[in-house]
């Protein structure tokens, strides 16, 4: 099948051709935005292994650009594909949710109830009576998983609408508590769905 014609049209060049950039740049850039996840978490084998495929879809894709740089639409399409790379990455990241936080609890209110609601779901929490700016307060301080953080922030919310929280990134944890994983249904190639339980300590 001769597909030279189909090249060298019109069709191709002003709107396959900038689409099959947009999409490799959609790809790449999201798989940069994972990658540097994975670095922040030391995850070196992972991430190696996602810019290897992040490298290579960028190296077609320039290749493409650079063969054809009297097409504008092919430079709109490249930057379009960064832009929206950029975006679905971050969206990517919040829903794998890698790694570990800190939160921080200050409440001038009564904490009870917040305590014993998170101590019972299974997480490990330490409080400590200080002094604030407006008298005294209680800080409470948990390590969570991040994919447990709206669970929590929503417990805040519940029983300490008021109180002030922070949340930090963890590089390194060793021991601690944590709630055990609900079974969560995993989709896997020509496999199926399996169910995975992962115990907190």
């Not at 689409?19 to 790449?28: E, P």
């Not at 609601?117 to 330490?126: N, Q």
């Not at 307060?137 to 922030?153: E, G, K, P």
């Not at 199926?192 to 907190?200: L, Q, S, V």
Request: charged residues 15%; contains cysteine.
């Amino acid at each position: 099948m001769n597909l030279a014609p189909l090249f060298n049209s019109g069709l191709f060049t002003w709107f396959i051709l900038p689409f099959l950039i947009f999409t490799a740049r959609i790809f790449d850039v999201s798989l940069a935005t994972i990658r540097i996840v994975f670095v922040s978490r030391g995850m070196k084998y992972l991430s190696s292994l996602v810019g290897f495929f992040e490298v290579t879809i960028w190296l077609l894709a320039i290749r493409v650009i650079m063969q054809n740089l009297d097409n504008a639409v092919c430079y709109l399409a490249y930057s379009a594909g960064f832009a929206m790379g950029t975006f679905i990455g971050v969206q990517i990241e919040r829903k794998i949710a890698i790694g570990t936080l800190i939160i921080r609890v200050i409440t001038q209110t009564d904490s009870s109830s917040l305590i014993e609601h998170l101590r019972v779901k299974g997480y490990g929490v330490t409080t400590v009576d200080a002094q604030g700016a407006k008298g005294k307060v209680n800080v409470i301080f948990l390590t969570i998983r991040r994919s447990d953080f709206q669970d929590v922030a929503g417990a805040i919310q519940s029983f300490n609408p008021k109180a002030f929280y922070t949340a930090e990134d963890v590089n390194l944890v060793k021991e601690g508590t944590f709630p055990m994983r609900k079974a969560r249904p995993v989709p896997l190639p020509f496999l199926g769905t399996y169910k995975f339980w992962r115990k907190g300590k």
